[in-house]
């Protein structure tokens, strides 16, 4: 990396961790509804669905301030991206001839800065779960139990995980731990009762999952958990505990016209990381062993597929998108830990088109939740 455009990357680091900072600030100055409520719910009126942050958090203390809710999602943002650091560094390394893959890795608007823009909210859990799992050794039958618990977790957090991250979580498990062994009875039985019994906690939150008593006692029991209960605007959501699949279904469908006018802007973002998707067919094409190569496209396609339903069933259209992405930079680790035939060309730091496809996607701020930007 000695070429013309090597000082850029360097600078684009420097100009990602400002536009950080920006969209942190930013946020602070925006209500947290959907954030600060989730640590309000418990179980303390049964079992219902994405009440297990609001659980912990009761443990802990009684009273739940607003700015817990960027304290808290703060530090599992900052503990997220120093693991995705330390896994780009044994994945990649850190030199300076990577410093490309990390700018539409790490500083792409998908991943890191939409994670601050959306902070307090769950997208994030699913991605540090994943790369907790990138990251610890994967020869033994617990590290799929292992996987299975973090999965539970993620579904108890919020059901969706379902088809956000656990899909990917089961292809890394996949590569990192069946693929690079021999497969006995034992390990099908406990991967295939792992997944049948998160299929079952999916359902139990889903349809069994909601709050068994009026919408004005439970509003009611909420405030008492609040520093301030007179802020009854962040209650304002408090009726997605009782909202049923239909109704999601029903708006989202309602919503359609005006999200689709969203899918060029998506597009247009997606081509800009360019170098990203070619470094991942890279990779793929490398792989040694034809099985694992078509394992893997398999395993992208049902990942797609998942976030495709998604698609149809809640319309927080950027969000996912963003961590459909996040996704797939997983994926991109997983593959390289199986055998390759070849090593991998890191993306062309002194490539011109490449050096000004970093520049805008560093300086764009992020993507955002239901609409772009």
């Known amino acids: 990396m000695t070429g013309a455009y090597s000082r850029h990357w360097r600078l684009m680091l420097a100009v990602n961790a400002a536009v950080m900072l920006g969209v942190f600030l930013h946020k602070l100055t925006l209500p947290p509804y959907i954030p600060y409520i ?28 607003v700015w817990l809710v960027f304290a808290l999602a ?12 330390q896994l780009f560094r044994r994945t990649f390394g850190i030199e300076r001839g990577q410093l490309p893959l ?124 609040m520093v301030d209960p007179s802020r009854t605007a962040l209650l304002q959501f408090a009726y997605v505990w009782y909202q049923p699949l239909a109704k999601e279904v029903q708006d989202t469908w309602a919503r359609l016209p005006s999200n689709l006018l969203g899918v060029p802007v998506y597009a247009l973002l997606l081509w800009l990381h360019a170098p990203l998707w070619r470094q991942l067919r890279d990779t793929i094409n490398a792989l040694s062993e034809q099985p694992h190569r078509q394992i893997v496209i398999a395993a992208l396609i049902v990942i797609s597929l998942a976030y495709a339903v998604m698609f149809a069933m809640v319309f927080d259209y950027s969000r996912w998108i963003s961590s459909w992405v996040v996704c797939m930079v997983l994926m991109l680790h997983a593959v390289k830990t199986l055998p390759a035939t070849r090593p991998i060309a890191p993306i062309d730091a002194d490539d011109r088109k490449t050096t000004i496809l970093g520049w805008i996607v560093t300086v764009i701020p992020r993507v955002g939740i239901i609409r772009p930007f």
Request: with cysteine; net charge positive.
């Open 38 to 65: 989730h640590l309000l719910v418990d179980y303390h009126f049964g079992f219902i669905k994405r009440a297990l942050i609001g659980a912990i958090v009761g443990l802990f203390t009684a009273k739940v301030p």
């Open 74 to 85: 703060g530090s599992v943002w900052l503990m997220t991206f120093a693991l995705f650091v």
């Open 102 to 225: 990390l700018i539409f890795t790490a500083g792409s608007p998908f991943v890191f800065k939409n994670f601050l823009f959306t902070l307090g909210h769950f997208d994030i859990y699913g991605c540090l779960g994943a790369i907790i799992l990138l990251l610890v050794p994967a020869g033994s039958l617990a590290y799929v139990l292992f996987a299975a618990l973090i999965s539970a977790a993620l579904v108890l957090i919020h059901h969706i995980h379902l088809l956000m991250y656990v899909p990917t979580i089961a292809a890394i498990v996949v590569l990192r731990h069946y693929l690079t062994r021999a497969i006995t009875r034992r390990d099908l039985a406990v991967g295939a009762g792992a997944l049948a019994g998160l299929g079952v906690l999916f359902l139990a939150a889903q349809f069994a999952g909601t709050m068994p008593i009026p919408e004005a006692d439970f509003v009611h029991y909420l405030q008492t958990r």
